[in-house]
Structure formats: C-alpha cells, structure tokens
C-alpha cells in the first residue's frame, strides 16, 4: 500500500426506524436516565445526516453505515413459531423484555463497530478491520455478525484489506470495538501507536459492568500485525466506569498528534498518561500533543453528562484541526464545557483551531455522541476507489439526498418503546432496507 496516500474516511451510523430508549444499557447514565422517553427516530437519522454533512462541509471524506432490521428474529424463532408477525405478536405478549433488546437501534454507533488497525501500522501493510463482539449486552451482541457481513461487503473487495471476524466470546474475550482504541500518529498516513483501552484484567475489584477485556485487545492487536511498539495496553479506571465511563471515548479522544484525555481516565492516573506519551515518543520519533482535563477544570460527572470527550477531532485538508462535540457541552452546567474547549482552540500549543457543535440528543439521550456515532477507517486512495466501486457507501451529495427522501418515508416521529410490539414497526424497517441494499449495494438482509 502507499501509505503517502492514506486518508481518513468517516463512517457515519445511520438510526433505524426503531430507534428508541428502552434503558437497555445499565451502565450507561443517558440511557438509564431517558429509559421509558418517547423518541423520535426520524430527528435521530436526520441528526446523523446531518453529522455527515458537517463532516464533508469541512472537507472530510464521510461515509454511511447502513442500519440493521429490527426487531431481529432469530433468537425469537428460536421460541415462537408462525410468520414474521405473529412472532412479534408472541414475543410481546410473553417477554416484551426480549423483543425489546432485539429491537434496539444500538448498531448506530459505529464506534462499536470494529476495531480499525492502519495499513502504515501493521506488519503487512494491511488494513485490519476487526468486527466487534460486543458481548457484553445482549441487545449489542446481535449486531456482530450483521455489522461483519457489512463490513466484509465494503472491504472485501479492496486491496490490502483484512476483515476478521468477531472474536469468540466462549473464550471470555469481550470486544467493544474502536470505542476503546486510539490511533496516535504525526500524520493519518504515517505509522503510529495504537492504543488498546480495557475494563478488565480479571482483577479482583474490576467492575462487573467492565465491557472491554485485555484479553480481546490483545488478539486484536496480535491479529492485526501490530509488534510491541505499535501497541500499548491501557486499563480503565474501575471508578470512573461505575461513574459511567462505559468505554474510553466517553473520558478520552485523540487525533493523529493530539490526545484530550481527562486525569482520572486510567487505572494508574497521571503516570498512564505518562507512559502513553513515552510510547508514542519510542514509536515515531515525536512529542505528542496531550491536553490533561484536570478534575478541577470539569469532573467526571460533568464530562459523562456533556459528553465532553465524546467530541471528534478531525484534521481538516489544510492541516489545521476542529473539534465536533456535542451540543450539551455548551447547553449543560451553563457552559463550563464549552468555555474550557475554547480555551483549548485559542491555546497556540495546540493545532485544534475551529469547534462546531452538532445536536445529536436522539443518540446523545441513549449516551451515543459525536464519536460514538464514527468509525474511523484510514484508508489509501486505491481503497477508497475500490470501495466506491462496489458499494454507495461513500457520503456524496446524492447519497445524502436519496437517504434524506427515504429517511422522510419510511421512519416514524415519535415512537415508544413498548411501541417495538406493533409489527408493522418490523415491516417498515424491512421496507426500508430493502430499499436501503439497492440504494448501498450492500447485503443487509442476510
Ligand atoms: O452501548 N447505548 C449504547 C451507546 C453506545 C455509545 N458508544 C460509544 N461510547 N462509542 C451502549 O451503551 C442504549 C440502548 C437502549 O437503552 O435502548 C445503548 O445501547
């Protein structure tokens, strides 16, 4: 691969029509908090449209993940006989619970998606792209092979491409995906460091909620060619993930030379921090950027309700960079937020130059901001080629048009949770993806 040419391409997570808040994820205090609220899954698609649009306004390739049908059925074949319908009717009626994690919209946060290992990084010069497990819930879990199958259908074709598989969560790996990895690098297309964040060791005192294992980084890590300079592996701090922090980019988010972390993200504080600069340093021969968040300047509580670091930082084509962080941050704690990330774009230490702020609240009420809503995927122009070749994946101005006209069609404006029991909920999201396969040229209906 020529690496001089790699690029960052944004993958966007589109909303389906069942999108809801059904308070599924226990650890996770938006989703808790909004449990039982009306949505509204139209604004949510049309929010992440919107992302998507920002994104290329700043002249970053962006591109779409498609979203999964839902309810999904299988496990409640497994129960229920008779048409599509009446199994849904069924499983209403007797575990309403269970339809309604089969129903969620999850597979939108496409930081979830995989784990992405750069060609410039690995040993063979290939793009890894690991499929998460996402074991640890199990209204996540039924997005792993939905989410391979689509990724395999973008990637497969281009050259130097590698799409792994989940990973077995019979052998206790649990794997979370980008959400707890970062790419540390001067530049998208030089080899960088690649940062592995996890919940659990198996430690004694290790939170049960912990969702990311050291064990499922590290194969990710060693089947993506990466030698020991190109990773390190960093642990959770246990109190910040009963605080909330349920993956590292709700408390860190880098972008080639620039990590913005706060001071309580790791189990060994400042001295973790520490060893990721080092490291980056051995890797590439250069300083890395860190901006530390003190607990003084925003706690931990303010950062899981503005979702402060769950902002992306992208690299716009003249080099300088912009922060696209959610709207809490400036509407929360009357603004304290936003004050402290002002202060970071006028700091001349760093090259973060601009701040949009998008309003995400459909996905940020479910805890999902602007970086969990992105898959970054670096990629050369030979794969960006083939991949427009064999897919309509890649978010120009048509794409984003026939998506809003089909958006507008096919998704309700307000839904209920216990509403996923109407069956003509599932017709609608076949509907609509039936469409969306010819629309994307992508196999989304198994
Ligand atoms: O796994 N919410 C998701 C949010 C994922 C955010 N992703 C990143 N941080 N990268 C989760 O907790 C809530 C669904 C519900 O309750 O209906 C949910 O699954």
Redesign the pocket.
């Known amino acids: 691969m020529d690496t001089d040419q790699v690029k960052e391409v944004i993958f966007v997570g589109l909303p389906g029509p069942t999108h809801?808040?059904?308070?599924?994820?226990r650890?996770?205090v938006?989703?808790?908090l909004?449990?039982g609220s009306t949505s509204n899954p139209k604004q949510a698609a049309l929010q992440a449209l919107e992302l998507a649009r920002l994104l290329c306004t700043l002249g970053i390739e962006a591109a779409i993940l498609p979203p999964q049908l839902r309810p999904h059925l299988p496990p409640l074949r497994e129960r229920y006989t008779g048409r599509d319908e009446e199994v849904i009717i069924q499983a209403a009626r007797d575990d309403l619970e269970l339809l309604?994690k089969m129903s969620?919209s999850?597979a939108m946060?496409a930081?979830?998606a995989a784990t992405i290992v750069a060609g410039p990084d690995s040993r063979d010069h290939k793009l890894h792209l690991t499929s998460a497990n996402?074991h640890t819930?199990m209204?996540?879990r039924i997005e792993a092979q939905a989410t391979h199958r689509v990724l395999s259908a973008i990637f497969g074709d281009a050259e130097h491409c590698a799409v792994h598989a989940p990973l077995d969560a019979a052998k206790g790996l649990r794997d979370?995906?980008?959400?707890n990895h970062m790419r540390l690098a001067p530049q998208h297309a030089q080899a960088g460091l690649n940062v592995f964040v996890y919940g659990t060791d198996g430690s004694p005192g290790d939170p049960e909620t912990a969702?990311q294992t050291l064990a499922a980084s590290k194969q990710v890590a060693r089947q993506s060619g990466l030698d020991e300079t190109g990773a390190l592996f960093v642990k959770q701090n246990p109190a910040v993930i009963r605080e909330g922090v349920?993956?590292n980019?709700?408390i860190a988010v880098s972008n080639a030379s620039v990590l913005l972390v706060h001071e309580q993200a790791y189990g060994g504080g400042k001295a973790d921090i520490a060893r990721i600069e080092k490291a980056y340093a051995q890797r590439t021969g250069h300083t890395l950027t860190t901006l530390i968040i003190g607990d003084g300047d925003l706690s931990v509580e303010e950062a899981v309700h503005t979702y402060f670091f769950?902002s992306q930082i992208v690299t716009r084509p003249d080099g300088r960079m912009a922060i696209i962080a959610p709207v809490e941050v400036k509407d929360l704690y009357a603004g304290k937020a936003a004050r402290l990330m002002e202060a970071i774009r006028l700091d001349p230490g760093n090259p973060i130059a601009e701040i949009h702020f998008a309003d995400l609240r459909q996905s940020m009420n479910?805890?999902?901001?602007p970086?969990?809503l992105r898959l970054r995927v670096p990629m050369s122009d030979a794969q960006i080629a083939a991949v427009k070749k064999h897919t309509n994946v890649l978010a120009d101005a048509a794409l984003l048009t026939q998506l809003r006209l089909l958006i507008e069609a096919h998704y309700p404006n307000s839904l209920e949770?216990e509403a996923v029991a109407d069956p003509a909920l599932y017709r609608r999201c076949l509907t609509l993806l039936t469409e969306l396969s010819v629309l994307m040229k992508l196999p989304l209906l198994g």
């Open positions: 809801n808040y059904s308070g599924l994820a650890d996770n938006a989703a808790s909004n449990r309604e969620s999850s946060w930081a979830n996402l819930n209204h996540r979370e995906g980008a959400a969702r349920f993956h980019d709700v769950n479910n805890g999902g901001g970086a969990c949770s």
